[in-house]
């Protein structure tokens, strides 16, 4: 799996356009498919599809927010980025939407994956140390 694999890719942007079951359906079916090392960054996607589509569609808060918390635990040995995905940029993100509705407060907007920009061919980024 690469980070141009159009199943994640497609996955991608159905979870950005809240279509939480069906993204889950295609990274559940890449999980199966996926070479072990990237298995339980697939898992922390496929737990954060869940949990939207149980918040949003049937109102729950408890269970969704146990399931970003697991997530983040995944997602913590794949950063700053993973994939193409700018994974420090959405555990924040997450772990700001777990917090305020498990406070009880209004969820702020759903999440979305943001991935790293792809550089040209032939074009490089320098180091800061340069």
Known sequence: MSAADPRLREGIRLFNRG??????????????????????????????????????DFGETRGPVRMVYQALIRFENYQPSYLGIRVRELSEAIEAWAKTTEAGKCAPAMPKIRRERALPPGLFMPSRNT
């Open 19 to 56: 279509r939480y079951f069906e993204c889950h359906e295609i990274w559940e079916a890449l999980y199966l498919e996926t070479e072990e090392k990237h298995k339980p960054f697939l898992e922390a996607l496929v737990q954060l599809a869940a949990a939207f589509r149980v918040f949003r």
